[in-house]
């Protein structure tokens, strides 16, 4: 069996794989961190960091932990989960040199550069505390093009990614402001396409494909054009780049989740986005919207999935 929980963070990814044998569990895979705190909404709200989750449901052992990119509500969580949990192998689209991990930024900048600075600063900190424990730490995107890999008898992954001259220009900005050769003005421009640098994972348990493609847009996305799946994470927690009807016909998905907060000032989950998701999937948001053509719309941590002998089931908890 496998349980698949999108969880609650509020505005941001994470994403709790576990592969159950009886009661035996057989293998942790979390995908993304959330942000470093998970925002005050105004109303009753069931959210909550990864960290917490992750105790609330006894998990002490996360077999891999994947980071899509670098954003703050993807990797935010990511030194409290690496301080609290045994972590035995980490996958990322960017890995400084060793002799930067200790360096932290700081200043005061207006939006998508302070977001990076406070996720480089969280990120350099928890692969520290990483490669202290031994842990192998394995750079992703653009060098080794798709890796495959199986988990277990019954789950494997494959992680895409795009091209290697992102990744290229990715290192040199983040290289270059983490060792002063740079100013942190230049992460302004990183922010501008940063989404497009994720690593898009793909999930298979015997037979049945989950799609976990970070913040990448659909026009970067139809570059390698993906085949179908049964659950889909929307890109980019629905905003309107995340997916078009040419990307949805390929994908097909029969089950499509949103990670998003209530409480956002725009659009997002996009009515569009929704509306197309629509004519193919039953579609869920992590967080509690008032919105038209979502399932299991109430109070919940998670939205969460079980995968038995061909079966998938949908529920929140």
């Known amino acids: 069996m496998l349980l698949v929980d999108f969880i609650n963070v509020g505005y941001g990814d994470a994403i709790l794989a576990r592969e159950y044998e009886g009661a035996r569990l057989l ?10 705190n998970t925002g005050c909404p105004p109303g009753p709200s069931a959210r909550i960091s990864a960290a917490a989750f992750l105790k609330r449901e006894g998990v002490t052992r996360i077999d891999l932990l994947v980071l899509s990119h670098l954003h703050l509500d993807h990797a935010g969580g990511m030194f409290t989960i690496c301080d609290e949990i045994e972590v ?15 360096r932290r930024l700081s200043g005061r900048y207006d939006g ?29 995107g ?29 290192d040199a900005i983040i290289s270059g402001v983490l060792g002063g050769t740079m100013d942190p003005d230049a992460l302004g421009p990183l922010d501008a396409w940063i989404n497009d640098t994720s690593l898009r ?20 996305w139809k570059r390698s054009p993906p085949g179908p799946c049964d659950i889909l994470k929307v890109p980019h927690h629905g905003h309107r780049d995340a997916l078009d009807d040419e990307l949805l016909e390929r994908l097909k998905p029969a089950y499509g ?3 998003v907060s209530n409480d956002r000032p725009d659009p997002c989950p996009s009515p569009a986005i929704v509306g ?31 995968l038995e002998d061909g079966n998938c089931a949908a529920s929140v908890c």
């Not at 293998?27 to 470093?36: A, P, Q």
């Not at 035995?88 to 200790?102: A, I, M, S, Y």
């Open 27 to 36: 293998f942790t895979l979390l995908v993304d961190t959330g942000d470093c």
């Open 88 to 102: 035995r192998e980490f996958w990322t689209n960017c890995l400084p040199g060793k002799h930067l991990l200790d």
């Open 112 to 140: 998508g550069i302070n977001n990076l600075i406070c996720s480089l600063n969280i990120y350099t900190k928890a692969l520290r505390s990483l490669d202290r424990k031994g842990v192998p730490l394995r750079p992703l």
């Open 142 to 170: 653009g060098k080794t093009g798709e890796l495959s890999r199986s988990l277990t008898g019954k789950l494997g992954v494959s992680c895409f990614h795009a091209e290697a001259g992102l990744y290229r220009e990715q």
């Open 201 to 220: 994972i793909v999930l298979n348990y015997e037979g049945q494909v989950i799609m976990l493609p970070g913040d990448v847009s659909a026009a970067c």
């Open 257 to 259: 989740v949103i990670s």
């Open 276 to 306: 197309m998701l629509k004519k193919y999937a039953e579609c869920f948001t992590t967080d509690a919207l008032n919105m038209a053509g979502l399932s299991l719309p109430g109070l919940h941590a998670s939205v969460r999935f079980t």
